[in-house]
C-alpha cells in the first residue's frame, strides 16, 4: 500500500515551510535507512545517503506530481544517493590502491551456511535494489518497479533472476505469487 501524503502538507512543503517538508519525510525515513543498509551494508554510510537523499528531496520537491507517489519518489533518490556512495568508495579504493574490506556478518542470520550478506553485496547493484525493495522493505512489486524505473514484469522478472543467482536451488515461485 503506497503512502499518499496530504494535499495540504505537499503544498505547505512546496511553498518552502521545512516543517511541513519534515512531516512529509517522518515516515519515510526509515525505509529510506533501510534501504540504504540493505544496499550499502554499512550503517554510517547508510545514515550519509539518506541525510543526502532528504537534502535532494528538499531540491527536487517541485517534481512530485503525484502525492500517491511520495514513497516511491523518496525511495529512488535514496537509491540513487546509495548508487554514488558506493561509486565514490569505489574510485577512493581505486585512487588510494587499498584492499576491499571483507564484510563480517556477525549480527546476520546465516542461511545453510551461506552468508546472506556476502551474497547480497554479489549482485550488481540493479538486482540487490530489486532484492532489498521487495524482501527487507516488504514492498509491492507495484511499487518496486517505479523505484527501479520499470514495469512491473520486469522488476518480477530482475527479482527472480536475482533470487536465482542467491541461491540457486531456492524455489521462489511461491514468493513471487
Given at each position: 500500500m503506497q503512502q499518499v501524503a496530504d494535499p495540504k502538507l505537499l503544498s505547505s512543503a512546496l511553498a518552502g515551510s521545512e516543517k511541513a517538508f519534515s512531516e512529509l519525510l517522518r515516515p519515510l525515513v526509515d525505509l529510506g535507512y533501510r534501504l540504504a543498509c540493505g544496499m550499502l551494508h554499512d550503517a554510517h554510510a547508510a545514515e550519509d545517503a539518506v541525510q543526502d537523499a532528504s537534502l535532494t528531496a528538499w531540491r527536487k520537491l517541485d517534481?512530485?506530481?503525484?502525492?500517491?507517489?511520495?514513497?516511491?519518489?523518496?525511495?529512488?533518490?535514496?537509491?540513487?544517493?546509495?548508487?554514488?556512495?558506493?561509486?565514490?568508495?569505489?574510485?577512493?579504493?581505486?585512487n588510494l590502491g587499498l584492499p576491499e574490506l571483507s564484510i563480517h556478518s556477525s549480527d546476520e542470520r546465516v542461511l545453510r551456511g551461506v552468508d546472506l550478506r556476502h551474497?547480497?553485496?554479489?549482485?550488481?547493484?540493479?538486482?540487490?535494489?530489486?532484492?532489498?525493495?521487495?524482501?527487507?522493505?516488504?514492498?509491492?512489486?507495484?511499487?518496486?518497479?517505479?523505484?527501479?524505473?520499470?514495469?512491473?514484469g520486469a522488476a518480477k522478472a530482475r527479482l527472480y533472476r536475482s533470487i536465482r543467482r542467491l541461491r540457486p536451488d531456492l524455489e521462489i515461485q511461491e514468493a513471487l505469487q
Open positions: 517534481r512530485v506530481r503525484d502525492e500517491g507517489k511520495i514513497r516511491p519518489w523518496f525511495l529512488s533518490i535514496v537509491a540513487n544517493e546509495c548508487r554514488n556512495a558506493r561509486r565514490q568508495k569505489w574510485v577512493a579504493s581505486v551474497a547480497l553485496a554479489q549482485l550488481n547493484e540493479h538486482d540487490r535494489l530489486v532484492v532489498v525493495l521487495y524482501f527487507y522493505l516488504d514492498l509491492p512489486l507495484e511499487e518496486v518497479a517505479p523505484i527501479v524505473g520499470t514495469s512491473v
